[in-house]
Nanobody
Framework: QVQLVESGGGSVQAGGSLRLSCAAS????????MGWYRQAPGKQRELVAS???????NYADSVKGRFTISRDNAKNTVYLQMNSLKPEDTAVYYC???????????WGKGTLVTVSS
């Protein structure tokens, strides 16, 4: 059974930092591209950052220079370091795993990040 479990969300003031973690089980983690998505109230889910199985990263323009995605294949975990948080970063953040060859994907249940001004 595949599980993606996010943690690290919470409430923070603007300018603060949070580190999200997503622990994966039931998949061959090293063969999956990993991503963080977010969905704010009334908005569509959007890609925040991704990292391929080979370690290539990609970021939404809105978070470049503030967020850093990384992965630890030994721990089956992907991280999202979020610095200089803004109120517009408020959303539920979801972890996504997509097989690098077969494009089968899985989602976590999400973790809420609230940034107050």
């Amino acid at each position: 059974q595949v599980q993606l479990v996010e943690s690290g969300g919470g409430s923070v003031q603007a300018g603060g930092s949070l580190r999200l973690s997503c622990a994966a089980s039931g998949i061959i983690f090293s063969m999956h591209n990993m991503g963080w998505y977010r969905q704010a109230p009334g908005k569509q889910r959007e890609l925040v950052a991704s990292i391929t199985s080979g370690g290539i990263t990609n970021y939404a323009d809105s978070v470049k220079g503030r967020f850093t995605i990384s992965r630890d294949n030994a721990k089956n975990t992907v991280y999202l370091q979020m610095n200089s948080l803004k109120p517009e970063d408020t959303a539920v953040y979801y972890c996504n795993a997509r097989h690098s060859i077969f494009s089968i994907e899985y989602w976590g249940k999400g973790t809420l990040v609230t940034v107050s001004s």
